[in-house]
């Protein structure tokens, strides 16, 4: 099997509107492992929760096996599902506290993504755009039942309302999917930051820019100017 080369970029920024960045990322570039992580909670809440994901997915051994790997990431995400919710009872009077998750991991060919909540990993390939994770919200749900349409949902009240998240619920369920890699795909993992200001048209122009550090900085520079209401996490991942 061909190994898989990349080039990868992470930034994150406190968003036009907030002053406190509740949002973390992970970038293994040397391993193919990417993590963004969305906190919720507030102050010594979300912060900890997202920096508390992305420090046990840094300690994850990927020099197992492919399916080992996969199992050692979930297995360590549910592991800090239970360590945010200690935390929340010890810390912060059992208020919800925790945070969303999407990864990727690069092996060989293929791409691995885990995810709980709305931060998403879209990918790029021959001039289209295509979302690879499926938000757990409640305006995805809606929408998946026909109770509204994609109009509706682009600004619908509920859309912060997120179904999943590491920490929050007692049951932490994670969403794992697999993808073929091909040379020339840009993969984005961001947090709801960057798709909440940008176009998915505005989002495509940026991922056309071979070089991808400017390529992960226009994103976040373009949300600010689009005045970004929450936080914004862009990880970009070029196939070479």
């Known amino acids: 099997m061909v190994q898989t080369h990349w080039l990868s970029s992470a930034a994150t920024h406190c968003g036009a509107v907030r002053n406190m960045n509740e949002d973390a990322f992970l970038n293994r570039h040397n391993d193919g492992l990417w993590v963004v992580a969305d906190g919720m909670g507030g102050h010594d809440a979300g912060e900890v929760a997202s920096a508390m994901i992305t420090a046990?997915?840094?300690?994850?051994?990927?020099?197992?096996?492919l399916p080992d790997v996969v199992d050692a990431l979930e297995d360590s995400l549910l592991d800090v599902h239970q360590k945010i919710r200690t935390y929340s009872r010890t810390h912060c009077e059992g208020r919800t506290m925790g945070s969303t998750v999407v990864s990727l991991l690069v092996r060989q060919s293929v791409g691995v993504c885990l995810w709980a909540g709305d931060s998403r990993l879209y990918r790029y390939r021959d001039h289209k755009l295509q979302k690879i994770s499926d938000d757990?919200?409640?305006?995805?749900?809606?929408?998946?039942?026909?109770?509204?349409?994609?109009?509706?949902?682009r600004n619908h009240p509920a859309s912060n309302v997120i179904t999943r998240a590491v920490g929050a619920s007692e049951t932490l369920y994670?969403?794992?999917?697999?993808?073929?890699?091909?040379?020339?795909d840009v993969y984005l993992l961001c947090s709801d930051g960057l798709y909440g200001a940008l176009s998915e048209v505005k989002m495509v122009h940026h991922l056309k820019n071979p070089d991808v550090e400017s390529c992960t900085q226009a994103l976040i520079e373009d949300a600010l100017k689009a005045g970004a209401r929450d936080n914004v996490t862009v990880v970009t991942v070029q196939i070479q």
């Open 56 to 65: 046990t997915l840094a300690r994850v051994d990927v020099e197992q096996p």
């Open 174 to 184: 994670v969403d794992v999917t697999l993808v073929e890699l091909r040379k020339g």
């Open 136 to 153: 757990h919200s409640q305006v995805n749900e809606m929408l998946a039942r026909g109770m509204i349409t994609p109009e509706e949902a």
